[in-house]
């Protein structure tokens, strides 16, 4: 696989960056953007740090994610035409950490980079007064006069324009896919040999070659009725036995941009379990082309409740219509989750229900309290496309307790209660024509 040409589409992206600060600081009143990248945070009582997550708003503009007590400084066009954004690089004099290389890569030729040796040299570099001053991080990263201030009007106006992925973005999101296949590809096969959840996890991490440090969540990787747990990340060391299903929602990272990905297999590959997997699998790429530009996010996430309803119809598990199971509740005991979300810097990225670009938030449907994105599509956005189906003891109780049980056939509930459940999950980008799968292609070409 021939990796793009980074330096270009950098250029071009940035250029994007600055256009999109310009438009936000002059809406906030401000002159400068003046992001840190984060500091590191130490757990109470201990001098051991927690993993450090570099600010969104920093990556956004490098291709940098582990650098602590650094800067990025940007000043308006208007308030100084042409003057080059500057990088305040915190590179420390230590003997008991790795200490971060010097900067290097497609982005250096386009920023002045100041050194720095301890994290208060930064106050000599930053521009003054700290008023004048856009200031976007958390309150931790706070240095003399400035202190975080995330402006509402700048912070909406750039968390909006977030939606829209530059090439360049889409370029290192599609990276995201390929590493985190390969992770998949390993899952599958320590799933078929037998091991156990942190076998197969440990598997995963290998072949991706990244761990918790880099990863842009911690995987989900359930055997058997552990997949009905949503966000299951136990990991058992022991191997069940018999192990009849596999559910993995795992992603990889790619210069801080996040791949999200959910697969489930079956045991028997020719059982009724595997031709459910199959039936998902049909609906979620039919959902997938559903992403297009125009079209309500929220109408496909209703809609896949239909879809997903007829297909426990056909298998016997409800007796009622997919419109009847969708009006009294009963699909959402089945399908309790959203159909997907926003993917980017973040796993779920910002901005999913933004009513404009200066704020506002468009709401859920009534009755779907979990769906994470309610906007209408355009060019540009990426989203998950992640249907399910589970087979949650609570959820079914819920079922019986608000009157219908006659809904349901509960012998066939109890045939595949022992699988837990099965969710599909790709990330597909909306274009100006057809939707574009970023997520099969990689399977494809790994196959």
């Not at 530059?166 to 040999?193: D, K, S």
């Not at 810097?345 to 999913?352: I, M, N, S």
């Not at 022992?418 to 574009?436: L, S």
Request: hydrophobic share 40%; aromatic share 10%.
């Amino acid at each position: 696989m021939t990796q793009p040409d980074f330096n270009a589409l950098y250029a071009d992206h940035l250029a994007t960056m600055k256009q999109r600060a310009d438009e936000a600081l002059s809406r906030g009143g401000f002159d400068h953007l003046v992001v840190p990248s984060g500091t590191q945070h130490y757990q109470v009582f201990d001098d051991r740090d927690y993993p450090y997550a570099v600010n969104p708003q920093f990556k956004a503009w490098l291709p940098l994610t582990r650098v602590p007590y650094s800067w990025l400084v940007y000043t308006s066009d208007t308030s100084r035409p042409g003057q080059r954004p500057q990088v305040i690089f915190y590179q420390p004099f230590d003997y008991w950490h790795v200490v971060p290389d010097a900067p290097s890569g497609w982005w250096v030729e386009h920023f002045d980079i100041h050194i720095i040796r301890k994290p208060e040299e930064a106050l000599a570099l930053l521009p003054k007064p700290a008023a004048r001053c856009a200031i976007l991080g958390e309150p931790q990263s706070a240095l003399g006069d400035y202190a975080p201030n995330n402006p509402a009007a700048v912070v909406d106006y750039l968390e909006y324009q977030r939606s829209y992925k530059t090439p360049y973005e889409i370029a290192l999101m599609r990276e995201a896919q390929h590493l985190a296949v390969r992770g998949h590809r390993a899952a599958e096969a320590a799933f078929r040999e037998g091991k156990s959840e942190f076998a197969i996890h440990m598997d995963y991490c290998g072949a991706v070659g990244q761990d918790l440090g880099e990863l842009p969540y911690n995987n989900i990787v359930a055997l058997n009725e552990h997949g009905a747990v949503l966000h299951y990340t136990e990991l058992g060391r022991t191997a069940p036995a018999p192990s009849r299903s596999f559910l993995i929602d795992a992603g990889a990272s790619f210069h801080g941009y996040a791949s999200d990905i959910t697969r489930t297999y079956a045991a028997d590959k020719s059982g009724e379990f595997q031709a459910m997997i199959d039936a998902v699998d049909r609906a979620q790429i039919e959902m997938g082309k559903g992403v297009r530009a125009g079209v309500d996010y929220k109408q496909l996430h209703i809609d896949a409740h239909l879809a997903l309803m007829g297909i426990l119809k056909d298998f016997g598990v409800i007796r009622v219509s997919p419109e009847a199971a969708l009006e009294t509740g009963v699909s959402a005991a089945f399908f309790p989750h959203g159909l997907g979300h926003p993917i980017g810097l973040q796993v779920h990225d910002v901005a999913g229900f933004a009513e404009s670009d200066r704020g506002g938030k468009i709401p859920r449907p009534p009755g779907h309290p979990y769906l994470r994105m309610t906007r209408v599509l355009e060019p540009g956005m990426v989203v998950t496309i992640e249907p399910g189906l589970y087979f949650i003891d609570m959820l079914l109780d819920e079922v019986k307790k608000n009157g219908y049980a006659d809904s349901v056939d509960w012998e066939r509930v109890s045939t595949f209660r022992p699988y837990g459940g099965i969710r599909i999950e790709d990330e597909v980008m909306c274009t100006q024509g057809d939707a574009d799968n970023l997520t099969r292609p990689a399977f494809a070409a790994a196959a």
